[in-house]
Structure formats: C-alpha cells, structure tokens
C-alpha cells in the first residue's frame, strides 16, 4: 500500500507558477483554512484569484449557484455539491483551476449514510474534472485539517 505524502503548499504554487495557471476555491466545512495555507506562500498573488467560504447552503445557492434540486436531492455533502461548487467557484473568479471542499467536521452532524468526517473534494478546470469522497477520522480541527491538506494533495496530481 502507497504511504500518504503530504503535499506542501510550496509545491502546489511551484507548479501553478511553472504552469501558468490561476486557482479558485469554494470552501465549506474547511472554513478557510485551505485558502489561509495557499496565502502563506509568498507570491501566491500571482496564480490565487481568491475564494468564497460558502458554510451555509444560502451561500451555496446564491453566491455559488449550487442547485436548490442538487442541495434538496443529494445534501450539502454530496459529490454532486462538490463538484458544482468547483465549476462554479472556476467560472465566477475566472480561473483556470477551480477547486471546493465540502463535508461534516463534527462533532454533530453526521448520520450512518455520512458519518462525521465524510468529505467531498472536487476539481474543475476546462476540459477536465474530478471528484473524490474521503471519511477522514480524528476531531473537527484534524478533519479540517486532513480535508485541506489532501485538497492540496489531489491538486497536484490533477495537474501533473
């Protein structure tokens, strides 16, 4: 089995730079803390557009145009909501990359179906998309933590 490496930021905005490419983000149980790692890194101003903490579904509806059916019919943690918000979040900053987080960092709100610490990642760009689900374990700051850092992880193997 194939250890988990963390990606650095650093790394992620090595390639962004070195491929020319911009970025977005759509934020949701992470609370911005995806968008905090990616502006640590100096420079990042040359490839980071911006992001939108989109935690209530109000905001997923109107600042992200995230269906009411999709929300209605699949939940606020569901890859469908995930991989809209990254199309969306791509389209209203005009970025090359979009990329959303969303999911239940707990304590409460879990059920059987999405225990505490499912979480959806999703990535847009023009001609390509991907989503994946996780169910990271620990408390809501390891879930939060766990869901950015496998963000940045899923970035960098989308654009190599």
């Known amino acids: 089995m194939k250890k ?3 990606v650095s930021e650093e ?3 090595c390639l962004f730079k070195r491929l020319k490419l911009t970025l977005s983000v759509a934020e949701s149980c992470s609370g911005g803390l995806l968008c905090h790692k ?3 890194v100096p420079g990042s101003s040359k490839y980071f557009r911006g992001g939108i903490i989109a935690y209530d579904n109000e905001v997923k509806k109107e600042m992200l ?3 009411e059916r999709i929300l209605n019919k699949c939940g606020a943690v569901s890859k469908e909501t995930a991989s809209a918000m990254a199309h969306s ?3 209203i900053m005009a970025a ?3 990329l959303a987080i969303t999911g239940i960092a707990g304590p409460t709100g879990g059920t059987k179906v999405k225990p505490v610490g499912t979480v959806f990642i999703g ?3 023009k001609t ?3 989503c994946r689900h996780f169910v990271f374990k620990g408390n809501r700051r390891t879930i939060k933590l766990s869901a950015s850092n496998k963000a940045l992880n899923m970035l960098r193997e989308f654009l190599e």
């Open 128 to 130: 390509k998309n991907t």
């Open 65 to 67: 145009g995230v269906s």
């Open 123 to 125: 990535i847009s760009a």
């Open 38 to 40: 990616i502006t640590n």
């Open 4 to 6: 988990y490496k963390e």
């Open 11 to 13: 790394a992620v905005a």
């Open 96 to 98: 090359d990359i979009g």
């Open 89 to 91: 979040i791509r389209r």
